[in-house]
C-alpha cells in the first residue's frame, strides 16, 4: 500500500468519525433538546386538555347548582308530582340543553324523578350507578354536610364517560334541611369530544380507564400510568405525539384516560436544523480534509516518493553514481542527504570490495585447488607408505648372506642344496614384490599426473577458458574412485548403479567433475565414519530428467551416514560451513558448488536428519543443452 493511499485513507477515518461524533452529538444534544421541547409543548397542551375538562365538570356544576336553587325544584321534591316534572322537563328540552341524566331525589333518598337518555339514539336507558326508586343515604353523590356543597367530576359507567354533577336541593324555610339533591350530567360522546377539540384547537381523546371499553394497546399505557408515571409519552411515530395522562373521576380515582395528540413540528424543524448543520460540518470537513491532503502531498507525500523512487532505481539499475540532492530543511532534506551519503560510501566501499575480490576470487580458487590436491594425495601417501612397508620386509641381509655361503669352498653339498633352495624362495618373492611394487608405481604415478593436471588446469584458470570433453557418467565416477583414500574406502560399499552406464554423455570439465564426484564420495565415507555405522553404504544412481523443457542427468550419491540437520541444509554449500569439526574449512562442498554453477549445473543435499543419512543431487545438462561458455 503506498504512502499516498495511506495517507489518504487516514484523512477519510479521520472525516469519517469527525461526521460521526458530530452527527451523534447533533444526535443526543442538539436534536435532544428540540425532543424536549417537544415534550414540555405537550405537556403544555395536556394541561389545557385538563382546564378545559375542569371547565366543563364546573359549568355543569353551576347549571346543576342554578337549577337546585330554582322554586320549581323545591316544589317538586316535595309534592312529588311527577307529571308536573315530566311537563316542566321534556325529554326534547334536556337533550336540546345537552343534559342526558337529570335525578330528583328527596331527603330521605327516594327517586322522586329520574331520567338517563342515551346520546346517540336518544331512547331511555338505565344505568347500574343510577337506581330507579332509591339511593342509599351513604351515597357518595348524596353527601351534602351543607346547602352550598356540591359535587362534580367524571363518571365510568356501562355507556361510557359520564360528566355528572350533584347539588342538595335548599329549603326555602328556614331552619329546615336540605330537601333533597339534583342530579344532572351528559355523556362525554364524540360530539362532546368534537367540542373539547374545537374548544382547545388540540387532537384529542379520552376514554374510560378501566372496563369493557379500554382497548388492549391502552390498557398497557394505563398500567404504566398507575404504577406512578404522571405522563406517558408516544414518540414512535416519526410525524406524531401522543401524551397520555389519567384524569380522576367524581371520587377522586383516575379512571379517565387523557390523550394528546400533536403533529411533531418542533421535531421536525430540529431535525432540519441538525441536518443543515451536519451539512455544514460535513462540508467544512470536507473542505478541511482536501486543504490538509493538498498540503501533505506537496510537504510530505510528494517529497517522500521522490526520494523512494530514487532509492527504487539506484536499487534496480545499481547506479551508485545518482544523487538526490534534495533541498530542503526538514526532516525528509535530512533523510536524502544522508542517504545521498550513504550512497556515496557505498560506491567507494564497492569500488573497493572489487579491488579486494581478485584477490579473494584468486586466494578461493587457489584454496579448491590444494583441497583437490590434498585429496590426490592422500591415497598417494597411503599407497607409497604400504610400497615402503613391502620393501623394508623384504630379506636383502639374509640374501646377501646365502650369497656370501655359496661362495666358500667348504660348503657341504646339503648345505649348498639348502642355500641354494633359499635362494630360490627369496628370488620368487622378490619377482612378487618386484611385480607388486611396480603395479603400485605406475598407480602412484597416475596419481602424480592427475596432481600435475589439477595444477595445470589451475594455471588454465588464470589464462584461458577450461577445455570441455565429452565424457559418460559412469566413466567419470570410475576415475573418481581411485583418487579416495583406501583407508576410507574400506568402511562402505560402494554401489553404482547399471543404469548409469545407459545415460546420454555430458559435455564438460573432465577434471572438474571428477572432483566434484571424489569430493562427495568422500564425504559421504567421512560421515560413515563419523557415525560408526558398521555396515556402511553409498548408493550412486543417475536417471535422466526434464526441467522447464530441458533435459538434464539427475545424479544421486546417498549414505546411511550421519545425515545433516534440517536447519543446514540450506548452508551446508557455503564456504564457512562444516559438519567435521572446527579443523575443517569445509571448502570441499563450497567448491563443489561452484564448479557446477560454473557449468551451468546444481546441487543441493536431502536428510531426514540427524543419524539417518543424507543423499546429495547433481544436476547436469546433456550434451545437447551445454552452453558453449562456462563461468568458471
Known amino acids: 500500500m503506498s504512502l499516498k493511499l495511506k495517507v489518504v485513507l487516514i484523512l477519510l477515518a479521520v472525516f469519517s468519525l469527525y461526521v460521526g461524533l458530530s452527527f451523534v452529538i447533533q444526535r443526543n444534544v442538539f436534536f435532544a433538546r428540540f425532543k424536549a421541547l417537544e415534550r414540555e409543548k405537550a405537556l403544555v397542551e395536556m394541561k389545557r386538555i385538563v382546564e378545559t375538562l375542569d371547565h366543563e365538570v364546573h359549568h355543569l356544576d353551576h347549571i346543576c347548582s342554578d337549577w337546585a ?61 343510577f337506581p330507579t326508586s332509591r339511593f342509599p343515604l351513604s351515597h357518595y353523590l348524596l353527601a351534602h354536610d351543607s346547602p352550598a356543597s356540591g359535587l362534580a367530576g367524571i363518571l365510568v359507567t356501562e355507556r361510557g364517560l359520564l360528566l355528572v354533577a350533584a347539588r342538595p336541593i335548599p329549603s326555602h324555610v328556614d331552619g329546615e334541611p336540605v330537601q333533597g339533591t339534583l342530579i344532572m350530567g351528559y355523556f362525554v360522546a364524540e360530539q362532546a369530544v368534537e367540542g373539547l377539540r374545537v374548544h382547545t384547537n388540540l387532537d384529542c381523546d379520552l376514554w374510560p380507564a378501566r372496563g369493557e371499553l379500554l382497548s388492549a394497546s391502552h390498557r398497557g399505557i394505563v398500567e404504566q400510568l398507575r404504577a406512578g408515571e404522571p405522563y406517558w409519552v408516544d414518540d414512535r411515530d416519526w410525524d406524531r405525539l401522543r401524551l397520555y395522562a389519567l384524569y380522576p373521576d367524581v371520587y377522586g380515582i383516575p379512571s379517565v384516560l387523557l390523550m394528546v395528540d400533536m403533529p411533531r413540528d418542533i421535531t421536525a424543524h430540529g431535525w432540519e436544523a441538525s441536518g443543515f448543520a451536519l451539512l455544514s460540518v460535513g462540508l467544512a470537513g470536507l473542505l478541511v480534509l482536501l486543504a490538509t491532503y493538498l498540503l501533505l502531498e506537496k510537504m510530505v507525500v510528494s517529497p517522500v516518493e521522490t526520494v523512494t523512487a530514487h532509492a527504487v532505481t539506484v536499487g534496480n539499475s545499481s547506479d551508485l553514481s545518482a544523487r538526490l540532492n534534495l533541498d530542503r530543511a526538514d526532516e525528509i532534506g535530512v533523510l536524502a542527504r544522508e542517504f545521498d551519503r550513504m550512497v556515496t560510501r557505498l560506491e567507494e566501499a564497492q569500488r573497493r570490495l572489487l579491488e579486494q575480490s581478485y584477490y579473494s576470487g584468486m586466494a578461493e580458487m587457489a584454496a579448491g585447488t590444494l583441497h583437490n590436491i590434498r585429496n590426490a594425495l592422500s591415497p598417494m601417501v597411503v599407497q607409497m607408505d604400504a610400497l615402503r ?37 627369496v628370488t620368487n618373492r622378490l619377482a612378487r614384490v618386484a611385480q607388486e611394487s611396480l603395479s603400485d608405481a605406475e598407480t602412484i604415478a597416475c596419481q602424480a599426473a592427475r596432481v600435475e593436471e589439477i595444477l595445470a588446469q589451475q594455471d588454465r584458470y588464470s589464462h584461458t577458458e577450461r577445455l570441455l570433453e565429452v565424457c559418460r557418467l559412469d566413466s567419470l565416477i570410475q576415475d573418481a574412485l581411485p583418487l579416495i583414500s583406501p583407508k576410507l574406502r574400506k568402511l562402505a560399499t560402494i554401489c553404482l548403479d547399471s543404469q548409469l552406464e545407459a545415460l546420454p554423455p555430458v559435455k564438460t570439465q573432465r577434471m572438474v567433475l571428477i572432483q566434484v564426484f571424489a569430493n562427495l564420495i568422500t564425504n559421504a565415507l567421512e560421515s560413515i565414519q563419523r557415525a560408526g555405522v558398521a555396515n556402511g553404504s553409498i548408493a550412486i544412481a543417475g536417471a535422466l530428467e526434464t526441467t522447464d523443457g530441458l533435459e538434464r542427468l539427475h545424479v544421486r550419491v546417498c549414505d546411511n551416514g ?4 534440517a536447519d543446514s541444509l540450506e548452508i551446508i554449500f557455503a564456504r564457512s560451513f562444516s559438519s567435521k569439526g572446527a579443523v575443517r574449512s569445509g571448502i570441499g562442498l563450497h567448491w563443489c558448488a561452484n564448479a557446477l554453477t560454473a557449468m551451468n549445473g546444481h546441487i543441493y543435499a536431502e536428510s531426514d536428519g540427524p543419524g539417518k543419512g543424507a543423499c546429495f543431487h547433481v544436476l547436469l545438462n546433456t550434451l545437447t543443452n551445454v552452453e558453449g561458455h562456462y563461468r568458471l
Not at 320549581?72 to 343534559?99: C, K, W
Not at 550421519?562 to 540437520?565: H, V
Open 389 to 425: 612397508q613391502k620393501l623394508r620386509g623384504l630379506p636383502i641381509e639374509r640374501l646377501q648372506q646365502a650369497q656370501g655361503e655359496l661362495a666358500r669352498q667348504d660348503i657341504s653339498e646339503q648345505r649348498r642344496a639348502n642355500v641354494l633352495r633359499f635362494l630360490e624362495l
Open 562 to 565: 550421519a545425515g545433516i540437520a
Open 69 to 129: 336553587a330554582w322554586d320549581t325544584t323545591y316544589q317538586f321534591v316535595r309534592d312529588g308530582n311527577t307529571a308536573s316534572i315530566e311537563a316542566h322537563m321534556p325529554r326534547e328540552q334536556l337533550l336540546n340543553n345537552g343534559i342526558h341524566l337529570l335525578y330528583f331525589i328527596d331527603r330521605v333518598g327516594n327517586v322522586v324523578w329520574g331520567r338517563v337518555y342515551d346520546s346517540e339514539n336518544l331512547q331511555e336507558i338505565r344505568l347500574r350507578a
